[in-house]
Every structure is written in structure tokens, then in C-alpha cells.
């Protein structure tokens, strides 16, 4: 991490989430530095959508502070941008690239793209920031899934925001896009000098591009290096079993006995069909799959 940064994009302090009356976090407290890009991890259900729902105000905390540039979060605070996990529905649209990004500009989805000098102005500047002029006049139904998730990104960047949360942009990608997607992010989160949290099932797509990650599990959250997190001790805590962690060929996997447990099979989005893509089960959030006979889980 660069030690020019300074300090407090985002503080969280002592902070306990619920949801449906299930504790999610429990008394967690790190500190995000303004212009860090943090890998967010760990199994499924451990908190990754929620802890960001509750950064963007939309979910009441049971305990504990968070705030934002040194500002408690609120509703509706323009200086985040979001990119949710759920975007079912994008590969059948005809709608076009730069309409899809506009209709944002006024901070919905919904309804028609403003029209005024200054949100065409913005629209074409995010387009640019994302390569995405391309794109514009393409409609969505016809782009692949690593051209929508461009299209995506640009929306977050409408009106400069300084924390970028983005839930699961990886999903349903081959392999290839994976790596252009996180390329681009990492590439205009150094441009603009913004923060970014990134949450993944699996940590392999980020290691080359993530400054530090943040692992989430039983209820505890763990920020640090790689080095310092991706261990056998704090994965074990976390997980609230024994886990071991290799290393091959640059690769980190984390075991727990013989299974991984770092990896999820996802279904592949290849072509701008729009159809998802898997050799032998379809992409699930809430299950284990079997593949090669390796149970991996959400991570």
C-alpha cells in the first residue's frame, strides 16, 4: 500500500449486523484507507452483501459506527458508487449501452435517461473512463457478459463517487473477462484515486491487483495483506475449523482436509448470447457443488 495514502475512506467501528435476527458481524472494527483497492472474501452467508448494504445506509446497524470520509453513513450518499450482485434481466435487453448508463445519471435505473448538457456530459465521461464508447450505441442483448459488467462500472463512476462497492462482478464470467474486468478496475480506481471494495467467491482473479483483503467469516472480519490474512491460523478462526492454505505456481488455495474451499465452480458467461454456460450444473449462491469430485463452497 502506498504510504502517501491518506487516511479514512471508510471506518468501521465495533460494529454488530443482524439480519432476520441472525448475527452477520460481530463487534467488527478495520479501516480502509482512502485509494486502497480491498478484496472482499469469505463463505457464502458471511456477510459480504450485507456489510456493504449497511455502508450504503440501507441496512440498520445493531451496534457500532461506520462512516464514510469521515461522514456516518446515510441513505443515498453520492459519494459512493454500487454495483449489485443480483443483474438478472441485462442480457435480454434491447436497450442501448449509453441509455443504460444515463438512465443512472439521476440516481436510479428507472424511467427515462435525462437529457441535460451536464448528464450527457458525465455519461460521456465515464463511457471513456471504462472504454466503453464502443458499447454505446451497441444494445445490451448483444454484448457479452464482460462488455455489460463495463457498461456496469461506468454507471458507478456517474458523479464521482470515492468508494466503489462492487458485489460479485466476477460472477458468471469466463475466466478471461474475470481478468479484463479486475485489469479495468484496478486501472480507473488508480486513475481516479478512489477506494475500492471488491467482493469475490475466489481470491486467484484479485491477487495480482488487490492492495489488501478483507475476510469475513463466523462472524469476524480480518484486513490485512494477503500475507497476513491467507493464513492457517486467521482462516481457521474464521472459518471456526481447521483450514490449510497452499501455494502452487502462484496460486493460493485454501483447504480444509481434502477439500477446497477457496473455490467456486462458477457457470460461464462466454458469448453475447447472454446464456449462462457450465459443463455440468448451473451456478448456484446458496449450495456447494460437485465438480471432479472437489465440494467447493462459496468463498
Known sequence: MNASIKAGALDVEHVTL??????????????????????????????????MRAMLGLLPL??????????????????????????????????????????????HRWGLPRTSAAAKADVDRVLDLV?????????????SGGERQRLLLAQCLLGDPKLLLLDEPLISLDPRHQTGVVDLVRRVQREL??????????????????????????????????DEVITKPVLSQ???????????????????????????????EDGPDGHSHSHD??????????HSGTHSHDV
Open 281 to 290: 450444473h448451473d451456478h448456484g449462491h446458496d449450495h456447494g457443488h460437485h
Open 131 to 143: 472504454d466503453g464508447r464502443a458499447l454505446a450505441a451497441r444494445p445490451l442483448s448483444e454484448l
Open 62 to 107: 445493531s451496534k457500532g459506527t461506520i462512516r464514510v470520509n469521515g461522514v456516518a453513513v446515510v441513505r443515498g450518499n453520492a459519494s459512493i458508487g454500487y454495483m449489485p450482485q443480483i443483474r438478472s434481466g441485462l442480457a435480454g435487453r434491447r436497450v442501448r449501452g449509453r441509455d443504460f448508463v444515463a438512465m443512472a445519471a439521476d440516481g
Open 238 to 268: 474464521l472459518y471456526g475449523s481447521p483450514i490449510d492454505v497452499m501455494r502452487v505456481n502462484g496460486r493460493i488455495f485454501v483447504m480444509a482436509g481434502d477439500v477446497e474451499v477457496d473455490k467456486l465452480d462458477h457457470a460461464h
Open 18 to 51: 443482524e439480519l432476520g435476527g441472525r448475527p452477520i458481524l460481530k463487534d467488527a472494527s478495520f479501516n480502509v484507507a482512502a485509494g486502497e483497492f480491498i478484496g472482499v472474501l469469505g463463505p457464502n452467508g458471511a456477510g459480504k452483501t450485507t456489510l
Open 193 to 226: 484515486g478512489i477506494t475500492v471494495l471488491f467482493s469475490a467467491h475466489e481470491l486467484n482473479p484479485l491477487l495480482n491487483s488487490i492492495d489488501r483483503v478483507l475476510y469475513l467469516g463466523n462472524g469476524r472480519a480480518a484486513l490485512g495483506t494477503i
